[in-house]
C-alpha cells in the first residue's frame, strides 16, 4: 500500500467531513452548466500563482530549531534527516514518462473531426456545443458546478471551521481560495484540489523532520498533556532512529506511576532501545540528569527523556518541568536539543491553547501530532501550522511501532481534503 493511500485510510473520518461538506456545498448552489466552459483544475489551481496579494499566516516562521543557546554554527553543522531513513520507506513506483500534452480541442468539429459527423447532425450540434456537447465529450457535464461567491465561501469558511481549523485559519484559507477566482465556476472536484493546494502552502513551512545535531548525546525532551501519546510517540522514534543506525537511550521521567516505566519498558524492548529508570516518586530532574551522564559514557547518540503527563493549567507540574531543563542545563547548557510537545489530535482547538503554555514553560522546538487516525478534528494541525509556526516533525497514525509518518504537507493535505493521488 502506497504511503500516501495509508494516510488516506488512516485519516478517514476527518476526510470525509471535508469530502462530503464541500460536495455539498457544490451541489447546493450548482448551476446550469451553459455559461462557461470547465476550466481545467490547472487553471483554476494556476490562479492565484497571477494573484499577488495573497493573505500571510499571521506569524512568520522560523527557518528551523536551533538548539537554544547553540547559535547559528549548530544550525549550520545540524544535518536534517527524514524521519525515515529513506531505505525503510516503501519504494517509489518508478514514474512512468508523461504524455506530451495534447492540445485542448475548443470544438465539437476538432474532437470528433469533421468527417466523423453527418452535415445535418453537425449544424444540430452546433448550437449545443457550449454546454452540453462540449461537456459530455470533456466527460465532465455530469459533474455540477458553482460559481465561486460570498455565500459559497462564507459555506467553506464554516465548514472548514468545523473540521477544526479555527477561524482566523479557515478565513485566511477561504481568501486564498477566492483571490482571482471570484466567479468561475467550480466542480467539487476543483474546489477539493484548491483546497488541498492552500491547506499545503500553510503547512509547505513548518514540515520538518526533527533535526540531529553532531552533539552526543543529542537530548530530546519529550512533553504534553496526559494520554496524549508522549510515551508511544518515544517508541515510535526509538525503533525509527535505531533502525537508521542511531544508538538510543531513553530515560523514564514519568516517575510518578509505576506502570509508565512498565509501559516504557515494554516500547523499549520493541525499539530495542535501553531504558533508565529511577525508583517510584524520585525526582524526574535528578533521573534525567544521570540518564545524561550515562548517555555521554556510553556514546548515545540520542537520549529521549519521558515526561508525566501534566494540564497546562497545572502551575506546578509546569514549573517541575522548568526545573528537569534547568538540571539537565548544568551537564550541557545547550540541552534540551528538541522539546518535542506531543499533541492529541483529537483535542481539536484545545491544542493551541497546549501550545501556547508549553512553549512559555518549556521552550518547545517542534511538534508531533498523534491520533489522527479516527477523528474528525485534523484540521487542527492547519490551524497550529498557521498560528504558531512551529516545525511539525512527525504524526502518529496508530498504535502500533511504524505507525509514524514524516509529515507530507501536500499528501496530508489531500488525504484531510478527499483528494484522490494524482
Ligand atoms: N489511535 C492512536 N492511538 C495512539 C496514538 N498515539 C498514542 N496512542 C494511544 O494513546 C494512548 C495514550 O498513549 P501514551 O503514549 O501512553 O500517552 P502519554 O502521553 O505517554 O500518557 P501519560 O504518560 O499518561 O501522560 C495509548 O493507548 C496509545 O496507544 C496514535 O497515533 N493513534
Ligand atoms: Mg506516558
Redesign the pocket.
Known amino acids: 500500500m502506497s504511503f500516501f493511500r495509508k494516510l488516506k485510510d488512516r485519516l478517514t473520518k476527518s476526510s470525509s467531513k471535508l469530502d462530503e461538506g464541500l460536495d455539498a456545498i457544490i451541489e447546493e448552489g450548482a448551476v446550469e452548466d451553459a455559461a462557461e466552459p470547465a476550466p481545467a483544475v490547472d487553471e483554476v489551481l494556476g490562479a492565484a500563482d497571477a494573484a499577488p496579494e495573497r493573505v500571510q499566516p499571521s506569524v512568520a516562521t522560523p527557518d528551523r530549531a536551533v538548539p537554544p543557546g547553540d547559535g547559528a554554527a549548530a544550525a549550520n553543522d545540524a544535518q536534517a534527516e527524514p524521519l525515515l531513513p529513506p531505505d525503510m520507506r516503501e519504494p517509489e513506483p518508478t514514474p512512468e514518462p508523461e504524455p506530451e500534452p495534447e492540445p485542448v480541442p475548443t470544438s465539437a468539429e476538432e474532437i470528433t473531426g469533421p468527417e466523423a459527423m453527418p452535415v445535418e447532425e453537425a449544424a444540430e450540434a452546433q448550437p449545443a456545443k457550449k454546454a452540453g456537447l462540449f461537456g459530455r465529450l470533456m466527460g465532465r457535464s455530469a459533474a455540477p458546478r458553482r460559481a465561486l461567491d460570498d455565500d459559497m465561501l462564507e459555506q467553506l469558511e464554516e465548514l472548514l471551521i468545523t473540521a477544526d481549523m479555527g477561524v482566523e485559519t479557515a478565513m485566511r484559507v477561504t481568501a486564498n481560495m477566492a483571490e482571482g477566482r471570484y466567479g468561475k465556476l467550480m466542480s467539487a472536484e476543483d474546489i477539493k484540489a484548491l483546497l488541498a493546494q492552500e491547506i499545503a502552502a500553510v503547512m509547505e513551512p513548518v514540515a520538518r523532520p526533527l533535526p540531529i545535531y553532531p552533539k552526543k548525546p543529542q537530548v530530546v525532551l519529550v512533553v504534553?498533556v496526559?494520554?496524549?501519546?508522549?510515551?508511544?510517540?518515544i517508541g515510535k522514534l526509538a525503533s525509527q532512529f535505531r533502525a537508521a543506525g542511531k544508538s538510543v537511550v531513553i530515560a523514564a521521567g514519568?516517575t510518578f506511576r509505576a506502570a509508565?516505566v512498565e509501559?516504557l519498558q515494554i516500547w523499549g524492548e520493541r525499539a530495542g532501545v535501553p531504558v533508565l529508570t529511577a525508583p517510584e516518586g524520585s525526582d524526574p530532574a535528578a533521573l534525567s540528569y544521570d540518564a545524561m551522564v550515562k548517555a555521554e559514557a556510553e556514546g548515545a547518540d540520542l537520549l529521549m527523556i519521558d515526561t508525566?503527563?501534566r494540564l497546562q493549567n497545572r502551575a506546578d507540574l509546569m514549573e517541575e518541568l522548568a526545573k528537569i531543563v534547568r538540571v539537565i542545563r548544568k551537564k550541557d547548557p545547550d540541552a534540551p536539543h528538541n522539546t518535542l510537545l506531543?499533541l492529541d489530535a483529537t483535542t481539536g482547538q484545545n491544542a493551541l491553547n497546549q501550545v501556547d503554555l508549553f512553549g512559555k514553560m518549556a521552550d518547545v522546538t517542534g511538534l508531533v501530532m498523534?491520533?489522527?487516525?479516527?477523528t474528525a478534528k485534523g484540521g487542527v494541525l492547519v490551524a497550529l501550522a498557521d498560528r504558531f509556526g512551529l516545525p511539525i516533525h512527525a504524526i502518529?497514525?496508530?498504535?502500533q511501532i511504524d505507525?509514524l509518518q514524516p509529515f507530507d504537507p501536500q499528501d496530508f493535505a489531500n488525504a484531510l481534503v478527499g483528494v484522490e493521488e494524482s
Do not use: C, I, P, R
Open positions: 504534553g496526559n494520554g496524549s501519546g508522549k510515551t508511544t510517540t514519568d509508565a509501559q508525566a503527563g506531543v498523534t491520533k489522527l487516525d479516527g502518529g497514525v496508530g498504535e505507525d
